[in-house]
């Protein structure tokens, strides 16, 4: 394997700038590639764009200009995206009108193991609503959601910061586990700058990689 297929980028945007309608600027020019077997941790003050940029990289969005990039081409537009996202707030994940039962990606149910892991009890949640669970249960559902099998990447976005530290201390390590045995990719967004340096191999600061000169 020559050098630079080894470390051709996983995910990487190329240039992008995005607005909201005709508002101003969030991302500016910003360019980043993050390689595969990297665990990126994107920091930066509160406003500065880095949910605006996770939802860009997973397809969510599309840039005002530029690229993103999955493995050098698109995303792909039907079925299962193998990038997939953890938010701070887990009900924005999931559609309040369905059970969790019909929530988890259709033909797969997390195994045994994993359920135990994180302190899943299916039997008694599955066929509750969203709103019949707590958030801290809701959000170790959502975790389990998106470790299905054709996952390959994960964007974990705040996702521990509504939980007390012993659950935030288990859930990292299930997710940790199970990124490193599996090989995904992660990008962390976080305010804690030692859960970040923890958990990744690389720290990215936005302020660092974004242009735009009228963000909040
Ligand atoms: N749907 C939207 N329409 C218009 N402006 C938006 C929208 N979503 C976010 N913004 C604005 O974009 C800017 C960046 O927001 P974003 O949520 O990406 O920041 P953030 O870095 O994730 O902040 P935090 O650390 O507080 O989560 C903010 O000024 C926000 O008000
Ligand atoms: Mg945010």
Redesign the pocket.
């Known amino acids: 394997m020559t050098d630079s297929v080894k470390h051709e980028a996983i995910l990487s945007c190329k240039n992008v700038s995005f607005r909201?309608s005709s508002?101003p600027w969030?991302l500016k020019n910003v360019s980043l590639d993050i390689q595969k077997g990297e665990r990126l941790g994107l920091v930066?003050?509160?406003?500065?764009?880095?949910?605006?940029?996770s939802r860009l990289l997973a397809g969510y969005d599309a840039p005002t200009e530029g690229q993103i990039l999955w493995k050098g081409g698109k995303l792909p537009q039907k079925g299962f995206c193998p990038v997939q996202m953890i938010y701070q707030h887990p009900e924005k994940a999931l559609d309040p009108r369905w059970r969790l039962k019909r929530s988890v990606s259709e033909g797969w149910q997390p195994d045994e193991e994993l359920l135990k892991k994180l302190n899943i009890n299916s039997r008694l949640w599955f066929d509750r609503y969203p709103n019949e669970l707590s958030g801290g249960e809701l959000q170790r559902f959502c975790i389990a959601r998106v470790l299905a099998p054709q996952t390959e990447f994960i964007i974990a976005d705040?996702m521990s910061t509504m939980l007390d530290a012993l659950t935030q201390a288990q859930i990292w390590n299930v997710l940790l586990d199970e990124v490193k045995r599996r090989d995904l990719g992660l990008l962390v967004?976080t305010?804690n700058k030692s859960l970040a340096e923890k958990l990744c191999t690389r720290i990215v600061d936005?302020r660092d990689i974004n242009n735009a000169a009228d963000r909040?």
């Open positions: 909201y508002g969030i930066g003050p509160s406003g500065y764009g880095k949910s605006t940029l705040e967004i305010h936005l909040p």
